[in-house]
């Protein structure tokens, strides 16, 4: 009797949490959070819990690229918010060169100067304000074209992780590339917009990708959520990179959303009616069970 290969799998347990406390009562607020693990062919969520200690209704919603938000709106005076988010997923284990062929390589690279090819990946090939180089730094790093626009990704992958040192505390959510150029210092937010930024002057359509990192094995990235890139190869599709780890995405990567930079991507949007100075911490952990 024929069987088929058992498929291997994981089962992740992830647990966000925020905490906010305001110097004077908050009257009313509003937040938008992009937390929710996606379903797509390598995951699979079983489970959503989320609490916040308010008791305010959690109304889930959908943001301009599809990915699943949850607002929470406030009604009555508070200091304090505590907010919590515990997800169970299914994770496939697969191999992100297994799906590698034999490249055509002048035809991919004929393919990705077609104006169809442009008008079709538009929104992943402009600059943002986030992915802006610049000028004098678009020749940064420049393709092969005796490689296959894979084999350059990766080598970009290598260059961006050597390029910038990994360590947390010297940038935040707002910092430029321009910045990064001068002081080659960051975490994995400032990784990922200058892979996508030198990717796409280079012709590849990139997104800016966030999530979950499992870092069970010694893998860079904070207490916080994880970032990383998404590029289209042509004769394979959406293929992920982690250039804070020098990676190609795998198992360990648990994917949330994905737009043309963290704007886009941005897990927590609030409008808070409030005055005075206010606190916010944010952890994540992810556990394993094989």
């Known amino acids: 009797m024929h069987q088929e290969p058992h498929e291997m799998s994981f089962e ?49 919603s959908e943001n301009g690229y599809g990915f699943r938000t949850v607002r929470i709106n406030t009604l009555e005076k508070f200091q304090k918010l505590n907010f919590s988010a515990t997800f169970k997923l299914k994770k496939k284990s697969f191999n992100p060169f297994g799906q590698v062929p034999i490249f055509d390589i002048a035809s991919n690279y004929e393919l990705v100067q077609s104006l169809y090819f442009k ?30 626009i894979f084999d350059n990704l990766q080598k970009l992958n290598t260059w961006v992780y050597q390029f910038i040192k990994f360590n947390t505390g010297v940038t935040h959510v707002n910092t430029l590339l321009k910045e990064i150029l001068e002081n080659p210092e960051g975490v994995c937010q400032d990784f990922a917009h200058l892979f996508c930024a030198l990717a796409r002057a280079n012709k590849i359509p990139a997104r800016y990708v966030s999530g979950y990192l499992h870092q069970g094995n010694g893998y860079f990235g904070d207490s916080q959520m994880h970032a990383w890139a998404e590029t289209y190869v042509p004769q394979v599709g959406w293929v992920g990179f982690d250039p804070t780890n020098n990676l190609l995405v795998d198992d360990n990567h648990i994917k ?33 069970q094989q």
């Open 256 to 288: 949330v959303a994905h737009g043309k930079d963290f704007n886009d991507c941005s897990p927590l949007k609030g409008v808070v009616y409030s005055h005075g100075a206010n606190k916010t911490s944010h952890s994540v952990e992810v556990q394993a």
């Open 12 to 60: 992740y347990s992830i647990t966000y949490k925020a905490e906010n406390e305001y110097e004077n009562p908050v009257e009313n607020a509003s937040w938008q959070f992009l937390i929710v693990p996606e379903n797509n062919d390598t995951q699979e969520l079983m489970r959503v819990d989320i609490k916040n200690s308010l008791g305010a209704k959690n109304e889930f």
């Open 119 to 148: 008008v079709d990946f538009e929104p992943f090939l402009g600059q943002t304000k986030f992915t802006t180089l610049p000028q004098a730094s678009i020749n940064l790093f420049v393709f092969d074209p005796a490689l296959s």
